[in-house]
């Protein structure tokens, strides 16, 4: 493990966006790990730098989310660059003609770094072709959501000091789940053995393709796993019941401690929030100290987007000999 007061070695990162993990090297995702670690500490002593000095990060989110934004907000003003929050309204925003009116408009107010997150899967590929500036995907439909995968590597690389070797179990709503997707392109092309565990109608077709093994009975899933994380009932995405009901759901696809027992005694806890509790996790194992990384996944997620940032921008450094 990277110590975090260690400089990484210079990173080789030929993508202009971070629109996914799918198609990221090895040695690229290792680099921005190492990266992130170096942010680590000064993070947490809250101090503003100036690498940013004079950029401007605009948060464009199509979709609510209070966590994921204030984590990019938060990593670009330690940076010290100037940010500019757009919330936008999901009903008056389609893909199209309208999308591409707005790259337009935020392309005349010549933004550094847009960071986009939209209902819509491949939005922000689109979006990311139609404008000047780096585009980070926040987190596209059922597609990627590449900065969630990035933080939980790195909690996991802190508690467990490697990738490599560990088998790790995903539960819960994978069909709907870009977290999953963007966690099982990291976890696999880093050599980590990867489960995802749900009921049949929230398992994608053909999940196997992408070098998992898929589990419908939670206990035989976790057997030996390394790590457990879990995802909540995406409801917001579904049309129709995909679950009899919460409480059937929790009784066979809920982590409480007697499902636990089956995976490693040592076994760490995820969960990429917000968390339903008493429907994917049980409170007490949520909240298990000892067990669980859920509070350490969201300071983790500061110190990645300030690395994700500051690649991005390096270009924008180097053109003007900064």
Not at 175 to 200: C, E, F, K, Q, Y
């Amino acid at each position: 493990m990277t110590r975090s007061t260690e400089r990484p070695a210079p990173l080789s990162f030929r993508h202009r966006h971070l629109l996914g993990i799918d198609g990221l090297t090895r040695d690229e995702i290792s680099g921005l790990l190492d990266l992130s670690e170096s942010y680590i500490d000064r993070m947490r002593q809250k101090e503003k730098g100036s690498l940013l000095l004079g950029r401007t990060v605009m948060n464009l989110f199509f979709e609510n989310s209070t966590r994921t934004r204030t984590s990019f907000e938060l990593a670009a003003k330690r940076l010290g660059a100037d940010v500019v929050n757009m919330q936008v309204q999901a009903s008056s925003i389609k893909k199209g003609e309208t999308l591409l009116d707005t790259a337009i408009t935020l392309n005349a107010m010549h933004p550094d770094v847009l960071v986009v997150r939209h209902p819509d899967s491949g939005a922000v590929n689109l979006l990311s072709q139609k404008v000047d500036c780096a585009v980070i995907n926040a987190g596209d439909g059922t597609h990627e959501h590449p900065t969630q995968a990035l933080l939980d590597a790195l909690t996991i690389r802190r508690r467990r000091g490697r990738l490599e070797g560990l088998i790790v179990a995903i539960c819960g709503d994978i069909l709907h789940s870009r977290v999953a997707r963007s966690n099982i392109h990291l976890l696999t092309t880093m050599g980590a053995t990867v489960r995802v565990i749900a009921p049949p109608t929230l398992l994608p077709a053909a999940i196997e393709k992408l070098g998992v093994k898929a589990f419908t009975d939670m206990r035989k899933g976790l057997e030996g796993a390394d790590i457990v994380m879990m995802l909540r009932l995406q409801t917001e995405r579904m049309q129709g019941s995909y679950v009899p009901s919460i409480r059937e759901y929790f009784r066979f696809f809920g982590l409480d401690y007697d499902k636990l027992g089956a995976a490693k005694p040592d076994a760490l806890i995820m969960h990429p929030g917000p968390m339903n509790r008493g429907v994917e996790i049980d409170s007490e194992v949520a909240d298990d100290i000892g067990r669980s990384a859920i509070r350490e996944q969201v300071e983790m997620g500061v110190a990645v987007r300030m690395a994700c940032l500051d690649l991005l921008t390096r270009s924008l450094r180097d053109n003007l000999g900064s």
